[in-house]
């Protein structure tokens, strides 16, 4: 089992560019998240999707598209990058939603992402 | 808003000494995580406190949940080099789905 991955591994964008963060689970759980770290800021939610064809916005969903693809996938789009943007996303899932009866997150090894 | 607030920010200790970060939460939380970050890496599950009180252990790591569920301490015994990273508190506001991250507490181990 990979668990979850992330591609890709790094990425430098200019200003105004668009591109996709992809994510995938291997441990058929039901829902995924998107969060992104910045120095000092923790973890921030973006989106989260609680099970397969439902998204729901997170703390700071502003700039970002998501998508479930399917059980297995989940993609978070940025349509027109900003250096604001620059950060570290993590992709993370868990058997059922978080918080209902407190289930691990399981995280993707991140995504480097540097807006010029 | 919700607010998760960890201290101290950072921690540089001697190998040996005990180690604590307090969380806490603007409001009640249902449930609390544990988190770990190494440098460069990702965060990893340590541990999940549900009850009013409730202690729990992991080796030379203890987790509290304090009475009122709106505060958490991680505390860390004789530390070792393998110690070293970034410790998070995750807290679900009551009546919400979403984790709140703390802050962190980035943890040095002086050999």
């Known amino acids: 089992n990979a668990g979850v991955t992330q591609t890709p591994k790094f990425q430098v964008l200019k200003t105004g560019q668009s591109m996709t963060l992809q994510c995938a689970q291997d441990m058929n759980h039901n829902s995924m998240y998107w969060y992104r770290q910045d120095p000092g800021m923790g973890l921030r939610l973006i989106y989260y999707?609680?099970?397969?064809?439902?998204?729901d916005k997170g703390e700071v969903p502003n700039g970002y598209n998501v998508s479930r693809l399917n059980k297995r996938e989940f993609s978070l789009r940025l349509e027109s990058a900003a250096p604001s943007q620059t950060s570290v996303y993590f992709c993370?899932?868990?058997?059922?939603?978080?918080?209902?009866?407190?289930?691990?997150?399981?995280f993707g090894p991140g995504t480097r992402l540097l807006v010029l | 808003g919700q607010q998760v607030m960890q201290i101290p920010q950072y921690q540089h200790v001697q190998e040996g000494e005990d180690f604590t970060t307090y969380c806490n939460s603007s409001t009640t939380l249902s449930n609390i995580q544990w988190y770990k970050q190494r440098p460069g890496g990702h965060p990893v599950f340590l541990i999940q406190?549900?009850?009013?009180?409730e202690v729990k252990k992991q080796k030379r790591l203890t987790f509290q949940f304090g009475e009122a569920k709106k505060n958490s301490s991680l505390h860390i015994t004789a530390t070792q080099t393998t110690d070293v990273g970034t410790y998070f508190c995750a807290g679900v506001p009551s009546g919400t789905y979403k984790y709140i991250f703390g802050t962190g507490t980035r943890l040095k181990v002086l050999a």
């Open positions: 406190l549900v009850k009013s009180g």
């Open positions: 993370a899932s868990s058997a059922s939603l978080l918080g209902r009866d407190g289930q691990t997150q399981y």
């Open positions: 999707s609680a099970s397969e064809g439902t998204t």
